[in-house]
């Protein structure tokens, strides 16, 4: 079965430079979800996406910017990459009419800003 | 979202039942309780959710006090590839953002 899809995997960037991440979410799915985790943390919630539309916002850095395209598939923006961004970063992607919560979650990018 | 408490750590025999407690004491009557796993740096796996009655899937059985205050996930035959960190999580009606707290950290050993 199709899964999330996210690129890149691996993503080594400068302090101060600028990073895409992209999640290409199951076929079908209308929604999108971003996370963020850093080194020995928990998940933490950054943005979502339901039908191309901001549906949530957690703790996501004013330097962070994300949409979803009309394909579905979605992008994660951060700009002045600071040290505390190097984190794995997952997507997850849901079908809300499904009616229940059970998000797919992709398989991350590992970001490192040096 | 309701807030949920987990032991730290467990441990658990392969091929043995993992019993793997949550207290969600504030959790309101129309909250699910969602249970996922984070095998080490994958991506979260969705195992199992239930509003009142007990559940069973094909990974995991859960099952929820009347009083819905407490929940215990079950993985009757444990494996090696078992060990993870389990979350129990109960997001809030209105929203389906998952807030994760800091889990079960179960090590399955031979």
């Known amino acids: 079965a199709a899964g999330v899809i996210q690129s890149p995997r691996h993503l080594i960037k400068e302090k101060r430079e600028t990073a895409t991440l992209k999640c290409y979410p199951i076929?079908?799915?209308?929604?999108v979800y971003w996370y963020q985790q850093g080194p020995g943390q928990d998940p933490q919630f950054l943005i979502s996406?339901?039908?191309?539309?901001?549906?949530d916002k957690g703790s996501i850095p004013d330097r962070f910017s994300a949409q979803q395209f009309s394909d579905y598939h979605s992008e994660l923006n951060m700009s002045s990459l600071e040290l505390g961004d190097s984190a794995l970063y997952f997507c997850?992607?849901?079908?809300?009419?499904?009616?229940?919560?059970?998000?797919?979650f992709g398989p991350g990018t590992r970001l490192t800003v040096l | 979202d309701a807030k949920t408490t987990q032991p730290t750590s467990m441990d658990c025999a392969e091929g043995r039942a993992a019993n793997l407690p949550c207290n969600h004491s504030?959790?309101?009557?129309?909250?699910?309780v969602y249970w996922y796993r984070q095998i080490h740096s994958q991506g979260p796996q969705y195992i199992i959710h239930?509003?009142?009655n007990n559940e069973t899937n094909e990974m995991a059985s859960l099952i929820i006090t009347e009083d819905r205050k407490s929940s215990t996930l079950i993985l009757p035959h444990a494996t090696l590839r078992d060990t993870a960190v389990y979350y129990c999580?109960?997001?809030?009606?209105?929203?389906?953002?998952?807030?994760f707290g800091t889990g079960t950290r179960l090590q399955v050993f031979p």
């Open positions: 997850a992607s849901s079908y809300r009419l499904a009616g229940n919560n059970e998000q797919f």
């Open positions: 076929p079908r799915h209308d929604t």
């Open positions: 996406f339901y039908e191309k539309m901001q549906s």
């Open positions: 504030t959790i309101s009557g129309n909250e699910y």
């Open positions: 239930g509003l009142k």
């Open positions: 999580i109960a997001p809030h009606l209105n929203t389906d953002k998952l807030i």
